[in-house]
C-alpha cells in the first residue's frame, strides 16, 4: 500500500528554471493539497483540489501552476524558480472536505540558487 | 479570517515529565480540531482530532479537548519519552472549507 508518494525528495535549481514537483496518491481520495512549510510560518496551503479538473487558490499561490487530470496525480510547478521558493513542500490528500483526515506525503526539499 | 496560534518553541523536556502545548484558535462557526505530528524527515501524521465542543481526542497517551468558552485545544501528555520528540502542529478547519490552518508548530526534545 503506497499511499502518498512525492517526488524528488530533494532537488536543487537555479533561478527561473522550471520545476514540476509531482505528487501521487493511490486510495482515489477526492481531495488533494499542496502545503509549503517553512520555518516561522508553519505549513501554508498553496493550491488544493476537490477533484480532477478542479482547482483553486490557497494562501500563497503565486509563481505556481497546478493541473489534476487525473484523479490520483496533482503536480506542483514553479513556472520560474525564485529563491523565495525555497522551502519543504508536501502534498497531501484526503476522502472528503471539513473534518476529514489529511494524509500527507513524505515531502520535497527544494532548493533555488 | 480563521487562525491558529500555537505556542513557540522548542520545548525541552525530561523523559517521563508533563507535557502542555497551549493552542487557541479563531474562527467562525464551529470548526474542527486537529493535532499533527512531525517526526525528522518526515510528512505529518494526524495525532488525534475533535470535531465539536466538548469533545476529548486522544491516541498514543496525548490528549486534547475541545473547549469552545477559552477557543483552546491544548495538547497533553502524562509522561513523555524519547520517542515523543518531533513538532507537533495545531489545526483547524472550518468545515465548510476544504484545507487546514495550521499554526506554525512547536519543536518538542526529550531527553534521557
Known amino acids: 500500500d503506497a499511499g502518498i508518494t512525492q517526488s524528488p525528495r530533494y532537488k536543487i535549481t537555479e533561478t527561473g528554471r522550471q520545476v514540476t514537483l509531482m505528487c501521487h496518491q493511490t486510495w482515489s481520495h477526492s481531495y488533494m493539497f499542496w502545503y509549503r512549510q517553512d520555518l516561522g510560518h508553519g505549513l501554508r496551503l498553496i493550491y488544493y483540489?476537490?477533484?480532477?479538473?478542479?482547482?483553486d487558490k490557497g494562501e500563497v499561490p503565486d509563481g505556481y501552476v497546478v493541473s489534476r487530470s487525473k484523479t490520483e496525480n496533482f503536480p506542483l510547478t514553479l513556472e520560474s524558480a525564485t529563491r523565495s521558493q525555497t522551502s519543504v513542500y508536501f502534498c497531501a490528500s484526503s476522502l472528503l472536505r471539513g473534518n476529514n483526515e489529511q494524509f500527507f506525503g513524505p515531502g520535497t526539499r527544494l532548493t533555488v540558487l | 479570517g480563521d487562525s491558529v496560534t500555537q505556542m513557540e518553541g522548542p520545548v525541552t523536556l525530561s523523559e517521563e515529565a508533563f507535557l502542555t502545548i497551549n493552542c487557541t484558535y479563531t474562527?467562525?462557526?464551529?470548526?474542527?480540531l486537529f493535532w499533527y505530528v512531525q517526526y525528522p524527515g518526515e510528512g505529518l501524521q494526524l495525532l488525534l482530532k475533535?470535531?465539536?465542543?466538548?469533545d476529548k481526542g486522544s491516541n498514543k497517551g496525548f490528549e486534547a479537548t475541545y473547549r469552545k468558552e477559552t477557543t483552546s485545544f491544548h495538547l497533553e501528555k502524562g509522561s513523555v519519552q524519547v520517542s515523543d520528540s518531533a513538532v507537533y502542529f495545531c489545526?483547524?478547519?472550518?468545515?465548510?472549507?476544504?484545507?487546514?490552518?495550521f499554526g506554525k508548530g512547536t519543536s518538542l526534545l526529550v531527553t534521557p
Open positions: 489545526a483547524l478547519n472550518s468545515n465548510s472549507g476544504y484545507a487546514l490552518n
Open positions: 474562527a467562525t462557526g464551529y470548526p474542527s
Open positions: 483540489s476537490a477533484a480532477a479538473d478542479i482547482t
Open positions: 475533535a470535531t465539536k465542543a466538548d
